[in-house]
């Protein structure tokens, strides 16, 4: 690992790019996985008294608003050349983390519906601006051959605390969590952004100028990666289905109590324990095979562990129809257990794969794309459909069996593509070889 090297080496300055910018993805991702996803809930159907429906659909508004702004927002990044201007990156940044420390105090204080849907446009145009911005600083603070352990190192921290926290799921909890620590946040980036004095000048100088060295990202090659090839197509359609079963399948779970109390809202702390050891663990081998090994590879661990994952589902939901005395209510402990580790699979690939499919030239606008059409166009997407399950009162088993079908169909399909790939690669050897 680069980061062991340059410790030894003393090179403190690409050591503090490390420090930094797993300090902020880390914040940011566990601030969209507690507040955003699981606060607003609370806040919609407690608070302002929304059913579960109206609030998935306000849910939905916040992923297209977002979506929206963050294309914008990348490619005015790509095209002014703020993307290679790591004080201009922190000060958006800055200005991001100030309208989310706002929206976040003042949050539990929301009784109605106009008030709910003004909190989440701004959230929306704040979210938009924040992931190309955050996932850009990548070009500045990372080595590209540590891009895969760096980003199972946020994976790693960001659930661990998740989950090994025991916190409850409610507005007022996470409001208070999230004020008490964007506070001293706030503080380091207005002084990343407005402070200027000889050493932190020259830090930042230094740590400005690496986007030379590390810009250009593992999958281009030495040269750009064009937006609309697929090179950058093949994975984003594949992110997306990643984000689709992951979010279709924990929809329900988290809405089936006896799923949900024996696992991330267990009264035994050594179950969330047990969990967020579970995401550690994925996370480390996610690492070591997005740094060793070939794109496809760890496509196709995180395909394959979603399958099985939903395969031991509907199995100990049909074993428990069968034999409702020895199996009891709860899911197998396992089961939530190999779920993170799939969760930490493809969240690691989605901090590393966005830089490394970039330049400093594109990487506002991939990082955007990609984040936007593969986490919440497909998260939208999903809740549409959950939705549509829950009108049409579909049961928890068939809800699952759907979302163990297509994991299922896009692992068959993409080994079926990575086979016909590899056919078509030695057809053209062969017929190289005979000319």
Request: with cysteine.
């Amino acid at each position: 690992m680069g980061i062991v090297r340059n410790i030894r080496q003393r090179r403190w300055t690409t050591v503090a790019g490390y420090v930094l910018f797993v300090a902020l993805m880390v914040a940011g991702y566990y601030y969209n996985i507690t507040f955003v996803q699981l606060g607003l809930i609370d806040l919609g159907t407690r608070l302002v008294g929304m059913t579960e429906t109206t609030v998935s659909m306000w849910m939905a508004a916040l992923a297209l608003v977002t979506l929206v702004v963050a294309v914008v927002t990348g490619v005015t990044m790509d095209r002014r050349g703020w993307s290679t201007d790591l004080r201009t990156k922190f000060r958006l940044l800055f200005g991001v983390v100030c309208v989310q420390f706002a929206l976040t105090l003042v949050a539990p204080m929301i009784r109605t519906v106009p008030e709910f849907g003004a909190w989440i446009v701004l959230a929306s145009i704040g979210l938009g601006v924040g992931f190309p911005v955050s996932f850009s600083l990548a070009i500045d603070l990372v080595p590209v051959p540590d891009r895969g352990y760096v980003a199972a190192a946020i994976t790693a921290i960001a659930y661990f605390l998740a989950n090994a926290v025991p916190l409850s799921w409610s507005i007022d909890v996470f409001s208070q969590l999230m004020v008490a620590a964007m506070a001293p946040g706030l503080l380091v980036l207005a002084v990343l952004s407005f402070v200027s004095y000889d050493r932190l000048d020259d830090l930042l100088d230094d740590l400005g100028a690496q986007h030379g060295i590390y810009g250009t990202g593992r999958f281009c090659h030495g040269a750009s990666v064009r937006t609309r090839s697929l090179t950058f197509a093949v994975p984003v359609v594949l992110m997306f289905g990643v984000f689709f079963i992951d979010s279709l399948g924990f929809l329900r779970i988290i809405d089936t109590p006896s799923l949900l109390l024996s696992s991330w809202q267990s009264p035994e702390l050594s179950t969330r324990l047990f969990i967020a050891v579970a995401h550690v663990v994925g996370a480390v081998m996610a690492g070591v095979i997005y740094a060793n090994f070939s794109l496809s590879r760890i496509f196709l661990w995180t395909f394959a562990l979603f399958a099985l994952t939903h395969v031991m589902y509907t199995s100990d939901l049909r074993l428990a129809a069968v034999f409702p005395t020895i199996t009891g209510n709860g899911a197998s402990p396992l089961n939530p257990a190999l779920y993170a580790i799939a969760v930490s699979f493809y969240t690691t690939l989605n901090f590393a794969l966005w830089p490394d499919l970039s330049t400093p030239e594109t990487i506002g606008t991939h990082s955007a794309i990609g984040i936007g059409v593969a986490g919440w166009l497909a998260t939208f997407s999903s809740t549409a459909l959950a939705l549509y399950f829950q009108a049409v009162d579909l049961t928890l088993l068939s809800h699952l069996n759907v979302v163990q079908a297509l994991s299922l169909l896009l692992l068959f399909g993409l080994a079926v593509g990575l086979y016909a790939r590899r056919m078509i690669e030695l057809a053209r050897e062969n017929g190289g070889a005979r000319a």
